[in-house]
């Protein structure tokens, strides 16, 4: 099934994740703006857009004349990102665990436990 989300974000979204999981390292070149668009048959406006986001989040660097890099100040860009969307997770799961009537305790408990299983 096609993602509703622009195409732009689906890029964006694609390179963070590349980005975030370490399959894209620091100082890694991406690909020129008017290669990715030629590639992906799509407006080289609608990469470039992907890209500056990027930027403005911190992730890559662009260098006039040699291109767009992972950015290797991003360590805590990276964790930031990271710390926000676990944050969001969270708040989904309260959400979630209120609406099944968990008390906090229970919670808790359940966090303890699954915590405590991934670190054995």
Do not use: C, W
């Amino acid at each position: 099934m096609a993602s509703r989300a622009p195409i732009y974000e689906q890029i964006r979204e694609q390179l963070k994740n590349q980005i975030l999981t370490g399959q894209l390292q620091e100082g890694e070149l991406l690909p020129s703006i008017r290669n990715l668009a030629q590639t992906l048959k799509i407006s080289v406006i609608t990469t470039k857009r992907a890209y500056d986001e990027l930027e403005q989040e911190g992730l890559v660097t662009s260098v006039s004349g040699k291109g767009t890099f992972v950015s290797s100040k991003n360590k805590q860009s990276i964790r930031e990102i990271q710390y926000r969307e676990l944050e969001e997770q969270i708040k989904a799961v309260v959400k979630k665990s209120q609406a099944l009537g968990l008390k906090h305790d229970e919670m808790l408990n359940l966090f303890t436990l699954f915590y405590g299983e991934e670190n054995e």
